[in-house]
């Protein structure tokens, strides 16, 4: 026994000081030729323009390949876990890596990005950036001062997606000019909802679909916090839509969310939303059934453009039989900015690589068709493209209509958006559950928000606020 | 045996079969999962397996390079489980019998640090990889588990209790060295008592994902969590989930293993001591 178990312990030593020394290999680890990938394949004959690129998903990697084709350079793509991928680059561009050359960045990182000072200034493109790209992503990639740090192939803009032939039901049309009227403000979402709610159909799956139109004004300007008449309204008609069970309770990224996508949904109350997120489809339909409460549909989604092509890829038999138009206000969400490490040796050659991804219109035509339906952040490029009729959206124009709505997105992202949109999400949970009057929820919501940020004040003569 | 007893054994028999199920269903739940879709998974639940465990096996082995992770991770997981066995146990013994100057210090110290955890220490253990230029290698991935408090206060516990000072005179009027004693005496009796924490450490390795993804940049040095992490990442989650749990249940498979080949020791480890003279 003592043998056996020192010889095993003799021999796990052996091994691991044996594959320590070459599996480490510390010593190459000097300053000058950057690591790179796996140690593997790649011996003496590195080239000055490769580079590598931290992402954080495969999209990225297609880009590299056409890269590397079209120019011989080698684009090293290493992807990471979205969720740490914040983390990540805090840690390693904090030390001041050189390891990478290009990194990304959703919207809301960025900021954060700006502020540490690990992207390079990227004004050398700026007056093409500004006049060939779409103007919103323009405005997210510059930092405070106004200088261009980061730069996205794909823009984002949001829609109402909704359902064309519950919309010729009920409303006679489906033109997606004629329906974006029954969304152009929550007063006639509430209108719309009533009507919906007639024929026995639901117009969103929850009504947090509501908080994308939360930001046709900024949460904080000057230091102040903005509340102001539509976001009072915003409160209004999710309350109403709550309370007048004019929604499915098919929370977002939920089963039955899905499963609204592609056809009829049993009637659930708020209270079981939570027991059915499980489910699958027939079980719903039989605990609906179960219930008395009956089968309705999910008319409309809001959701940027990405959200469009879940939709699609979740509708099964009712693929085609959706269109997109606007609702209250223009928004977007997400979308993967490019910017080029501060401590990278190789700034000249990440710079082109992401010139080719943004500014290069036979680039951008290639994605808008590999990708399969992204919105691609170029122009001219969407301009081509005006007439294409897509199937999946009942033979609409879709990126004519993108194209359209990104022109009238209001860039007024501020670091306080997270925080501000959770405690006035909170605020409106309070109301609609009759747990708190408009009052006392507002006003909590002044106080949340200034307990965290105490810099920020309300303004005088915001609604609710006694001082 | 009369009616009583048995209606109290059956009444056993029914809660360790409900908290025997209670524990398999989440694995079961797992394995179930890697043969269905995305789609499937996000829209239902069910405890039958389903039919695409080809699929999900043919996108997990487009994207990742299981082998490689899983040789990775178990390089990783055999070096720490190593040097947490060997230099922990070392430490214990020196604790526990040998009186020098300043033990109880140190002993103290040890427990101080247990109470420690250890993300609390990362920025600065980052920084100190760092400036040895170490990241992107396995060393800081190594070497660290040599100190490792928390097993030397258990094993030193643990020797105290199976070991009477007494053995160790024998060899040393035989004229054994300390090493030689350590070696052939002090190590076989506290085998046990290493097998439950190398169990524990094999395992805490294995799945060690926070200071991997901190450390290692190269996609092909990744430990097999990150690379599932990066799964996730690779296309739409809702199409990989299937694959995800394929690669989740694929990397439980060595635990399970381990275990199979120490839970004897675990047990007798933790259940021995008390009553053996």
Redesign the interface.
């Known amino acids: 026994?003592?043998k056996l178990?020192?010889m095993i312990?003799a021999l796990?030593?052996t091994?691991?000081l044996a594959?320590?020394s070459s599996?480490?290999?510390?010593g190459n680890?000097?300053p000058g030729t950057p690591?790179q990938?796996?140690?593997?394949q790649q011996g003496g004959d590195e080239k000055q323009d490769d580079i590598v690129l931290w992402t954080?998903?495969?999209d990225l990697k297609q880009f590299a390949e056409r890269y590397e084709t079209e120019t011989g350079n080698h684009v090293e793509v290493?992807?990471?876990?979205?969720?740490?991928f914040e983390?990540?680059i805090m840690?390693?561009l904090g030390?001041k890596?050189k390891?990478?050359d290009v990194f990304v960045g959703e919207p809301q990182m960025l900021p954060n990005f700006y502020e540490a000072g690990f992207c390079a200034d990227l004004s050398a493109l700026d007056s093409e950036v500004k006049t060939r790209l779409v103007d919103y992503t323009y405005e997210a990639g510059c930092d405070e001062d106004g200088v261009l740090r980061a730069i996205s192939y794909q823009a984002c803009p949001g829609s109402v997606i909704y359902r064309r032939d519950l919309a010729k039901e009920v409303f006679g049309t489906d033109d997606p000019d004629e329906i974006a009227k029954h969304f152009s403000s929550f007063e006639e979402i509430e209108k719309t909802a009533d009507t919906l709610q007639a024929k026995g159909y639901c117009v969103f799956g929850d009504e947090g679909a509501l908080r994308w139109f939360s930001n046709r004004d900024p949460w904080v300007k000057d230091g102040q916090i903005i509340i102001n008449q539509d976001r009072l309204d915003y409160m209004d008609c999710a309350t109403h839509l709550y309370q007048n069970d004019q929604v499915a309770y098919a929370l977002e990224w939920s089963?039955p969310w899905?499963?609204s996508m592609a056809g009829p949904l049993p009637k659930i109350s708020e209270a079981q939303s939570g027991d059915v997120w499980?489910?699958?489809?027939d079980?719903l339909i039989n605990e609906g059934a179960a219930g008395g409460e009956g089968i309705t549909q999910v008319f409309s989604y809001v959701m940027p453009s990405w959200g469009a092509l879940?939709v699609r890829?979740?509708a099964e038999g009712n693929k085609g039989n959706f269109g997109v138009c606007s609702g209250p206000c223009s928004f977007f969400g997400g979308g993967t900015f490019l910017t080029v490490n501060e401590f990278s040796q190789h700034k000249q050659a990440a710079q082109k690589f992401i010139e080719f991804c943004t500014l290069n219109d036979e680039t951008s035509q290639w994605w808008l068709e590999a990708s399969n339906g992204d919105v691609v952040n170029n122009k001219a490029v969407l301009e081509n493209n005006k007439d294409y009729l897509n199937e999946s959206f009942g033979n609409q124009n879709t990126y004519a209509f993108y194209l359209a709505e990104m022109e009238k997105i209001d860039f007024n992202l501020t670091g306080y958006d997270d925080a501000c949109k959770d405690a006035w999400g909170k605020a409106i949970t309070a109301v609609k559950k009759g747990e708190q009057t408009k009052e006392q929820a507002v006003q909590e919501f002044y106080q949340n928000v200034i307990t965290q940020f105490p810099e920020l004040s309300v303004p005088a003569d915001s609604p609710y606020y006694n001082g | 045996m009369d009616a009583k007893s048995k209606s109290v054994k059956a009444l056993l028999y029914l809660f360790l079969i409900l908290l025997s199920t209670l524990c398999f269903t989440p694995f079961w739940l797992m394995i179930v999962n890697a043969t269905r879709t995305g789609n499937e998974i996000m829209t239902g639940f069910s405890l039958l397996p389903g039919g695409s465990l080809a699929e999900n096996w043919k996108i997990v082995s487009e994207n990742l390079n299981l082998g490689r992770g899983f040789l990775n991770s178990l390089f990783l997981a055999v070096c720490n489980t190593a040097l947490v066995s060997y230099f922990s146990a070392l430490t214990a013994y020196g604790l526990a019998y040998y009186k020098f100057k300043g033990a109880k210090v140190i002993f103290t110290a040890l427990l101080i640090f247990m109470m420690v955890p250890s993300q609390l220490s990362m920025l600065g253990f980052y920084d100190l990889v760092n400036q040895m230029g170490l990241i992107d290698t396995y060393w800081p991935l190594i070497l660290p588990s040599i100190a490792s408090p928390a097993t030397v206060f258990f094993l030193r516990q643990y020797i105290l209790s199976v070991m009477p000072k007494a053995i160790l005179e024998a060899p040393r009027i035989d004229g054994a060295s300390e090493f030689k004693i350590f070696h052939k005496i002090v190590l076989p009796i506290m085998a046990p008592g290493i097998a439950t924490m190398a169990i524990g450490a094999f395992i805490g390795s294995w799945n060690n994902y926070l200071i991997p993804m901190l450390i290692i940049n190269t996609p092909a040095k990744r430990p097999l969590p990150v690379m599932v992490a990066e799964l996730s990442a690779v296309r739409d989650i809702t199409t990989n989930m299937g694959a995800t749990y394929l690669v989740v249940a694929i990397s439980a498979v060595p635990i399970m293993i381990a275990f199979c080949f120490f839970s004897k020791y675990i047990i007798s480890g933790i259940s021995a001591g008390s009553v053996k003279e």
Do not use: E
Request: charge should be negative; proline fraction near 2%; glycine fraction near 10%.
């Open positions: 026994m003592k178990t020192a312990l796990l030593m091994l691991s594959s320590c599996a480490g290999n510390p680890d000097n690591t990938g796996g140690g593997s954080l998903s495969n290493v992807v990471f876990d979205s969720a740490d983390t990540k840690q390693t030390a890596s390891d990478l089963a899905y499963a499980g489910m699958d489809k079980q879940i890829d979740n």
